[in-house]
């Protein structure tokens, strides 16, 4: 799919007096080129997820602003309300105003933004002044919005230290990193109410007592990571999505950037569009649905960690049970409780699953760039249930962590499947298939 989205990605520009749509694959290679610098920069699950809200919100509200009747604003329809000022302009062909949107706020975002200054130059150069000014004016709106949202404070906030005690998280090897934004709850969210709406149930009581809840949980990481069974270490390997990842030889460290849980299920939802070959308006809709909402989901899920502060498995069986053993992912460096990859990946699949139906088969080719083979799911649920048991396979999560991590993956996503049902209807109608609820 790379490949082929890079080849498309300037080819209809050329012709942008026509009147069709531009295939879905223009608007994905589009958002790849945002997903390779947030790989770069190696940007964190829970920023990645906030620069995707705001990009793909962007290129949406562009093109809402070209086609009101069809596609009405999302901004209007958040929990803090957003009303852009836009002029009025009327261009032959939208899609290339989003695309342009879409990077334009990346380059202000972004750290290594820049790096998208040489296509956005080109690209402008093909369009009408008047709808390049209107986008203009967008990004200059909704940048502004984003730089009020908590993000820029987080460092001057109270530093965090590691509670006492061996149910809490400590840092883990190798390179023994800081926890990753401890404050990101303090963040504006986009469609919950606040970070603590949907609060899971606590964790299961640290006692590493023979026979307690606890002590079992811990036994049933040890032994499935010491087991090797071949497909779950396939599955465990497919959604690392782990940006942090540090190899160690000798007394030297090298790090290999990878893709973020966020960046995996944006690339997924791109599969999905171009396979159903939806149109420009829609795929950037649906974008947008699902970046949104992962920001809200890594904004609860964060706030349930650094609530519970709970110890990683790593540092139980190292402890207690055998000082060798070594999870088979590289331990994150943020608390244990609750799963991201389940908060996201639950989230993210009860969108998808409301846009393109409970039966939409896919194949995942997010990881092939990363040496990691095209895996096949009959359904976006699946597919989440997969990525939320990997990180019990990978050694790096409890079972508890995934269960009510997936739970309160299931209230965000619902949520704001409610909030934005109109936009929903939008993506679904005219589109049902047989066998599709």
Known sequence: MKRYCLLLLFLPFSGLNAVAPQPPAVYVSAVKRVTDIMVSDVTSPVAAARYYAYTTLAAYEVFSALEPTAYPSVAKSLTRNLVLDLPNVRVQNPDAYSVLALWKTAAALLPSGRLLQPAIDSLSLKLAAPGVQMVDAGVRQIVAWAMQDGFLQLNNLVRYTPKRGPGFWQPTGPAFMAPVEPHWRTLRPMILDSANQFVPLPPVAFDMGSGTPFFDLVQEVYSIVLAKDPEQVAIANFWDCNPYHISQIGHVEFGTKKISPGGHWIGITGIACIKEKMPMGKTVLAHALVAVALHDAFMACWDEKYRSHRV??????????????????????????????????????????????????????????????????????????????????????????????????????????????????????????????
């Open 312 to 437: 990683r498995p790593e540092t139980v069986i190292n402890a207690h049970l055998d000082r060798s053993w070594r999870p088979l992912l590289q331990t994150p460096p943020f608390p244990e409780y609750v799963s991201g990859h389940s908060v996201a990946s639950t989230t993210a699949a009860v969108l998808l699953t409301r846009i393109f139906g409970n039966e939409f088969a896919f194949a995942d080719d997010t990881e092939t760039e990363f040496g990691l083979p095209v895996r096949k799911f009959p359904s976006f649920e699946k597919a989440a249930e997969e990525a939320s048991l990997s990180r019990l396979y990978g050694g790096i999560h409890f079972r508890d962590a995934i269960d009510q991590g997936i739970w309160q993956g299931n209230q965000v996503g619902d949520h704001v499947c409610a909030k934005l049902q109109g936009h929903f209807e939008i993506l679904v109608s005219g589109r049902f298939r047989k066998g599709r609820d």
